[in-house]
Protein backbone atom coordinates (compact mmCIF):
# COMPACT_ATOMS: atom_id res chain seq x y z
CA UNK A 1 0.00 0.00 0.00
CA UNK A 2 2.02 3.11 -1.23
CA UNK A 3 1.20 6.08 0.68
CA UNK A 4 3.21 8.55 -2.11
CA UNK A 5 5.07 7.73 -4.83
CA UNK A 6 8.33 7.30 -2.92
CA UNK A 7 6.85 5.03 -0.19
CA UNK A 8 5.12 1.61 -0.59
CA UNK A 9 3.71 0.54 2.58
CA UNK A 10 1.84 -2.73 3.72
CA UNK A 11 -1.01 -3.42 5.98
CA UNK A 12 -0.41 -5.71 9.24
CA UNK A 13 -3.63 -7.39 10.50
CA UNK A 14 -4.33 -9.78 12.58
CA UNK A 15 -6.80 -12.61 11.85
CA UNK A 16 -9.42 -14.29 14.22
CA UNK A 17 -8.71 -18.27 13.31
CA UNK A 18 -11.81 -19.22 14.93
CA UNK A 19 -13.86 -16.86 13.12
CA UNK A 20 -11.53 -16.12 10.24
CA UNK A 21 -12.24 -12.43 10.53
CA UNK A 22 -9.57 -9.38 10.03
CA UNK A 23 -8.81 -7.75 13.05
CA UNK A 24 -6.65 -4.97 13.91
CA UNK A 25 -3.76 -6.04 15.46
CA UNK A 26 -3.18 -3.83 18.27
CA UNK A 27 -6.49 -4.69 19.89
CA UNK A 28 -5.91 -7.28 21.55
CA UNK A 29 -2.57 -5.80 22.90
CA UNK A 30 -2.54 -4.94 26.67
CA UNK A 31 -2.25 -1.26 28.29
CA UNK A 32 1.47 -2.33 28.77
CA UNK A 33 1.64 -3.27 25.16
CA UNK A 34 0.51 0.09 24.03
CA UNK A 35 2.65 2.03 26.21
CA UNK A 36 5.18 0.12 24.40
CA UNK A 37 4.12 0.65 21.24
CA UNK A 38 4.90 4.64 20.97
CA UNK A 39 7.88 4.45 21.66
CA UNK A 40 8.82 1.77 19.78
CA UNK A 41 7.28 3.47 16.62
CA UNK A 42 9.92 6.63 17.32
CA UNK A 43 12.72 4.46 17.64
CA UNK A 44 11.74 2.77 13.91
CA UNK A 45 11.34 6.53 12.89
CA UNK A 46 15.09 6.96 13.71
CA UNK A 47 16.38 3.54 12.37
CA UNK A 48 14.39 4.82 9.28
CA UNK A 49 16.98 7.26 8.56
CA UNK A 50 19.89 4.90 8.45
CA UNK A 51 21.51 3.41 5.48
CA UNK A 52 22.33 0.46 4.47
CA UNK A 53 21.03 -2.70 6.50
CA UNK A 54 21.46 -1.56 9.64
CA UNK A 55 17.91 -0.01 9.84
CA UNK A 56 16.33 -2.56 8.12
CA UNK A 57 17.84 -5.04 10.80
CA UNK A 58 17.04 -2.97 13.23
CA UNK A 59 12.87 -2.02 12.87
CA UNK A 60 12.95 -6.15 11.99
CA UNK A 61 14.23 -6.69 15.60
CA UNK A 62 12.05 -3.82 17.30
CA UNK A 63 8.76 -5.23 15.32
CA UNK A 64 9.71 -9.08 16.81
CA UNK A 65 10.04 -7.82 20.34
CA UNK A 66 6.83 -5.92 19.78
CA UNK A 67 5.10 -9.02 18.96
CA UNK A 68 6.46 -11.29 21.01
CA UNK A 69 5.24 -9.06 23.73
CA UNK A 70 1.85 -9.48 22.45
CA UNK A 71 1.89 -12.75 20.67
CA UNK A 72 4.80 -14.62 22.01
CA UNK A 73 8.22 -14.60 20.69
CA UNK A 74 8.24 -17.67 18.28
CA UNK A 75 4.55 -16.22 16.35
CA UNK A 76 6.80 -12.81 16.23
CA UNK A 77 9.56 -13.90 14.40
CA UNK A 78 7.20 -16.19 12.22
CA UNK A 79 4.71 -12.50 11.23
CA UNK A 80 7.96 -10.48 10.63
CA UNK A 81 9.19 -12.92 8.04
CA UNK A 82 5.99 -13.16 6.29
CA UNK A 83 5.86 -9.49 6.38
CA UNK A 84 9.01 -9.78 4.53
CA UNK A 85 8.72 -11.99 2.45
CA UNK A 86 5.93 -9.67 1.03
CA UNK A 87 7.52 -6.78 0.73
CA UNK A 88 10.55 -8.40 -0.85
CA UNK A 89 8.23 -9.19 -3.77
CA UNK A 90 7.67 -5.61 -4.38
CA UNK A 91 11.46 -4.87 -4.00
CA UNK A 92 12.61 -7.72 -6.45
CA UNK A 93 10.10 -6.26 -9.41
CA UNK A 94 11.42 -2.94 -8.91
CA UNK A 95 14.75 -4.04 -9.46
CA UNK A 96 13.99 -5.92 -12.38
CA UNK A 97 12.71 -2.53 -13.80
CA UNK A 98 15.86 -1.21 -12.77
CA UNK A 99 14.14 1.16 -9.86
CA UNK A 100 16.53 1.27 -7.40
CA UNK A 101 13.95 0.19 -3.73
CA UNK A 102 15.14 -0.16 0.12
CA UNK A 103 15.31 -3.30 2.41
CA UNK A 104 12.09 -3.44 4.07
CA UNK A 105 11.43 -0.60 7.09
CA UNK A 106 9.47 -2.29 9.94
CA UNK A 107 6.72 -0.57 11.78
CA UNK A 108 5.27 -2.57 15.30
CA UNK A 109 1.09 -3.19 14.70
CA UNK A 110 1.56 -1.17 11.37
CA UNK A 111 3.38 -3.57 8.56
CA UNK A 112 6.74 -2.85 6.75
CA UNK A 113 7.73 0.11 4.07
CA UNK A 114 10.06 0.07 1.51
CA UNK A 115 11.59 3.29 -0.22
CA UNK A 116 11.17 3.53 -4.25
CA UNK A 117 13.62 6.08 -6.02
CA UNK A 118 10.92 6.34 -8.97
CA UNK A 119 7.17 6.12 -9.96
CA UNK A 120 6.13 3.35 -12.32
CA UNK A 121 6.37 4.23 -15.73
CA UNK A 122 3.20 3.02 -16.99
CA UNK A 123 -0.04 1.38 -15.47
CA UNK A 124 1.72 -2.20 -16.52
CA UNK A 125 4.70 -1.66 -14.27
CA UNK A 126 2.82 -0.67 -11.65
CA UNK A 127 0.31 -3.72 -11.52
CA UNK A 128 3.23 -5.83 -12.00
CA UNK A 129 5.14 -4.32 -8.94
CA UNK A 130 1.82 -4.40 -6.76
CA UNK A 131 1.32 -8.23 -7.34
CA UNK A 132 5.03 -8.78 -6.68
CA UNK A 133 4.36 -8.70 -2.99
CA UNK A 134 1.51 -11.08 -3.06
CA UNK A 135 2.80 -14.01 -5.27
CA UNK A 136 5.95 -14.16 -2.77
CA UNK A 137 3.89 -13.58 -0.04
CA UNK A 138 1.59 -16.41 -0.93
CA UNK A 139 5.03 -18.22 -1.63
CA UNK A 140 6.09 -17.54 2.02
CA UNK A 141 2.76 -19.28 3.37
CA UNK A 142 2.82 -21.86 1.24
CA UNK A 143 6.64 -22.33 3.26
CA UNK A 144 4.66 -22.18 6.47
CA UNK A 145 2.44 -25.16 5.06
CA UNK A 146 5.21 -27.17 4.22
CA UNK A 147 6.28 -26.79 7.61
CA UNK A 148 2.99 -27.55 9.38
CA UNK A 149 2.61 -30.69 7.43
CA UNK A 150 6.22 -31.79 8.16
CA UNK A 151 5.95 -30.95 11.54
CA UNK A 152 2.55 -31.06 12.50
CA UNK A 153 3.18 -27.95 14.99
CA UNK A 154 -0.44 -25.46 15.41
CA UNK A 155 2.06 -22.41 14.77
CA UNK A 156 2.98 -22.78 11.19
CA UNK A 157 -0.68 -23.81 10.81
CA UNK A 158 -1.57 -20.55 12.46
CA UNK A 159 1.21 -18.29 10.32
CA UNK A 160 0.08 -20.14 7.18
CA UNK A 161 -3.13 -19.29 7.33
CA UNK A 162 -2.14 -15.10 8.65
CA UNK A 163 0.02 -15.60 5.09
CA UNK A 164 -2.91 -16.06 2.71
CA UNK A 165 -5.38 -13.91 4.72
CA UNK A 166 -2.88 -10.91 4.74
CA UNK A 167 -2.09 -11.83 1.07
CA UNK A 168 -5.74 -11.71 -0.24
CA UNK A 169 -6.51 -8.45 2.21
CA UNK A 170 -3.84 -7.05 -0.13
CA UNK A 171 -5.49 -7.82 -3.08
CA UNK A 172 -8.61 -6.03 -2.57
CA UNK A 173 -8.94 -4.13 -5.34
CA UNK A 174 -8.52 -0.42 -4.16
CA UNK A 175 -6.03 2.08 -4.03
CA UNK A 176 -3.21 2.31 -2.30
CA UNK A 177 -3.55 -1.34 -1.49
CA UNK A 178 -1.77 -4.06 -3.95
CA UNK A 179 -5.02 -5.08 -5.80
CA UNK A 180 -5.61 -1.98 -6.32
CA UNK A 181 -2.35 -1.37 -8.60
CA UNK A 182 -3.03 -4.27 -9.94
CA UNK A 183 -6.14 -3.66 -11.53
CA UNK A 184 -5.90 -0.26 -12.82
CA UNK A 185 -4.14 -2.30 -15.71
CA UNK A 186 -7.46 -4.50 -16.25
CA UNK A 187 -10.14 -2.12 -15.82
CA UNK A 188 -10.42 1.05 -13.62
CA UNK A 189 -14.23 0.53 -12.91
CA UNK A 190 -13.11 -2.51 -10.32
CA UNK A 191 -11.89 0.11 -8.10
CA UNK A 192 -15.41 0.47 -7.60
CA UNK A 193 -15.94 -2.82 -6.37
CA UNK A 194 -13.19 -1.83 -4.25
CA UNK A 195 -14.99 0.69 -2.56
CA UNK A 196 -17.69 -0.93 -1.90
CA UNK A 197 -15.98 -3.84 -0.15
CA UNK A 198 -13.69 -1.71 1.70
CA UNK A 199 -17.45 -0.23 2.87
CA UNK A 200 -18.54 -3.81 3.55
CA UNK A 201 -16.00 -4.24 5.71
CA UNK A 202 -15.78 -1.26 7.75
CA UNK A 203 -19.59 -1.59 8.64
CA UNK A 204 -19.71 -5.30 9.73
CA UNK A 205 -15.96 -4.75 11.80
CA UNK A 206 -15.38 -1.29 12.45
CA UNK A 207 -11.68 -0.43 12.85
CA UNK A 208 -9.43 2.89 12.81
CA UNK A 209 -7.34 0.61 9.95
CA UNK A 210 -9.85 0.86 7.60
CA UNK A 211 -10.60 4.26 7.98
CA UNK A 212 -7.06 4.84 7.10
CA UNK A 213 -7.05 3.33 4.40
CA UNK A 214 -9.86 4.48 2.84
CA UNK A 215 -8.57 8.12 3.68
CA UNK A 216 -5.50 6.92 1.77
CA UNK A 217 -7.32 6.06 -0.81
CA UNK A 218 -9.34 9.28 -1.79
CA UNK A 219 -5.89 10.44 -1.51
CA UNK A 220 -4.76 7.92 -4.35
CA UNK A 221 -7.39 9.18 -6.13
CA UNK A 222 -7.12 12.46 -6.42
CA UNK A 223 -3.28 11.93 -7.40
CA UNK A 224 -4.80 9.29 -10.43
CA UNK A 225 -7.13 12.16 -11.35
CA UNK A 226 -4.10 14.34 -12.18
CA UNK A 227 -1.73 11.82 -13.26
CA UNK A 228 -4.50 10.84 -16.07
CA UNK A 229 -4.96 14.33 -16.95
CA UNK A 230 -1.28 15.02 -17.32
CA UNK A 231 -0.43 11.60 -19.32
CA UNK A 232 -3.44 10.00 -20.69
CA UNK A 233 -1.57 6.91 -22.13
CA UNK A 234 -0.29 5.94 -18.61
CA UNK A 235 -2.99 3.77 -18.43
CA UNK A 236 -3.73 2.91 -22.02
CA UNK A 237 -2.55 -1.27 -21.45
CA UNK A 238 -2.19 -3.29 -24.57
CA UNK A 239 -4.80 -6.44 -24.40
CA UNK A 240 -2.23 -9.22 -24.14
CA UNK A 241 -0.65 -6.94 -20.89
CA UNK A 242 -4.05 -7.22 -19.18
CA UNK A 243 -5.01 -10.43 -20.22
CA UNK A 244 -1.67 -11.57 -18.22
CA UNK A 245 -2.38 -9.46 -14.95
CA UNK A 246 -5.77 -10.73 -15.04
CA UNK A 247 -4.62 -13.91 -15.25
CA UNK A 248 -2.01 -13.50 -12.74
CA UNK A 249 -4.72 -11.61 -10.49
CA UNK A 250 -7.52 -13.37 -10.68
CA UNK A 251 -5.36 -16.72 -10.19
CA UNK A 252 -3.91 -15.48 -7.18
CA UNK A 253 -7.00 -14.65 -5.59
CA UNK A 254 -8.78 -17.91 -6.48
CA UNK A 255 -6.33 -19.78 -5.02
CA UNK A 256 -5.92 -17.71 -1.73
CA UNK A 257 -9.25 -17.62 -1.25
CA UNK A 258 -9.58 -21.19 -1.47
CA UNK A 259 -6.74 -22.10 0.62
CA UNK A 260 -8.44 -19.69 3.36
CA UNK A 261 -11.68 -22.12 3.43
CA UNK A 262 -9.67 -25.06 3.49
CA UNK A 263 -7.32 -23.56 6.27
CA UNK A 264 -10.40 -22.21 8.55
CA UNK A 265 -12.04 -25.42 9.88
CA UNK A 266 -8.40 -27.05 10.40
CA UNK A 267 -7.64 -23.90 12.80
CA UNK A 268 -10.90 -25.16 14.93
CA UNK A 269 -9.94 -28.33 14.55
CA UNK A 270 -6.77 -27.20 16.21
CA UNK A 271 -8.02 -25.11 18.70
CA UNK A 272 -9.98 -27.36 20.21
CA UNK A 273 -7.75 -30.10 20.54
Known sequence: MR???????????????????????????????????????????ILSKGKGLLAPMASALVSVAA?????????????????????????????????RATAPIFIPFLGAVIGMRQLPRDAVMEAKVGLGGPVLGSLGALAAWGMYLASGHGLWLVLT?????????????????????????ISRWFWLLGLVGLGVLMFRMPSPVFIL?????????????????????????????????????????????????????????????
Request: glycine share 8%.
Open 3 to 45: LDPDQVIEADFRVNPGTGIIEEAPRRASSRIRRWLAPLVAIVG
Open 161 to 185: YLGVVLNLFNLLPIPPLDGGRAVAA
Open 67 to 99: YALAFGWQFAIGLVALLFVHEMGHVLVLRRFGV
Open 213 to 273: IGVFAAGELITIWRRTQADPAYYRVPLAQRAVVSAVYFGLAVALGAAMLHLTPLLSAVRSV
